[in-house]
């Protein structure tokens, strides 16, 4: 199994700001998945990042919104930036092993 | 791309009754699909997969059928109780490792005491 932690795990932001999430694991791991969850919706990745390389992003999702880092194995951020009303979400991250564990989530309100 | 479909949005049953929710996806190659069950604020849990190999698969109240052929596949939860009350996704991939889940779009089941 994988045990991610993920943070923050909420937040209220000024819109135009940015906010990074963090998300660590406590095993190494290739790939992690970014994904968003609108309120009621279902997942919807955003990218994926690969360590040592660039982020590979899903149609919709541009880097210079969603800037994605991987320094190591064990660790990523996601940068949600210049934020608007419409980036309101839960975001999470994954990793997939034997089956795919999720970061308990960021709840994201902008304002 | 992979693209899954989730039947029904939401499901309300009696305690004790059957629930039954379906997918379809539309990548043959797909060869993995899980089952997840998410509680209000929580994050997602894995509550079973069946691989492509398989047809089906059971774990206690719970099992997953899959037909390769008319690519669909189905959760059914026996015995409902109200702990069961969540939102149930699907999602199919091409196996695990570095490949993306493509998710359906969630089913609401309230189990009513």
């Known amino acids: 199994s994988a045990v991610i932690s993920q943070k923050p795990s909420r937040d209220i932001c000024q819109r135009g700001t940015s906010l990074t999430i963090q998300c660590q694991v406590d095993?190494?791991?290739?790939?992690m998945f970014w994904y968003r969850q609108q309120p009621g919706q279902s997942l919807t990745l955003i990218a994926t990042?690969?360590?040592?390389?660039?982020?590979?992003?899903e149609s919709g999702f541009v880097i210079d919104k969603f800037p994605i880092s991987r320094p190591n194995l064990t660790f990523s951020t996601l940068t949600v930036s210049n934020m608007s009303p419409e980036d309101s979400s839960i975001y999470l991250c994954?990793?997939?092993?034997?089956?795919?564990?999720f970061g308990q989530g960021t709840r994201l309100t902008v304002v | 791309g992979e693209n899954v479909e989730q039947h029904p949005s939401t499901l309300s049953v009696q305690e004790g009754d059957s629930a039954v929710i379906k997918c379809t996806y539309s990548?043959?190659?797909?060869?993995?699909f899980p089952w997840y069950k998410q509680e209000l604020g929580k994050r997602p849990q894995l509550i079973i997969d069946?691989?492509?190999?398989?047809g089906e698969k059971k774990d206690q109240r719970i099992a997953v059928t899959l037909n390769k052929t008319a690519k669909h596949f189905s959760l059914h939860i026996t015995e409902t109780q109200p702990e069961d009350s969540a939102v149930y996704f699907c999602a199919a991939s091409l196996s695990l490792g570095g490949n993306q889940f493509y998710f359906g779009t969630g089913t609401s089941l309230t189990v009513i005491p």
């Open positions: 994954s990793v997939h092993y034997t089956e795919a564990f």
């Open positions: 095993s190494q791991v290739t790939m």
């Open positions: 990548d043959s190659a797909s060869n993995y």
């Open positions: 069946i691989r492509s190999n398989v």
């Open positions: 990042a690969n360590q040592g390389s660039e982020a590979t992003y």
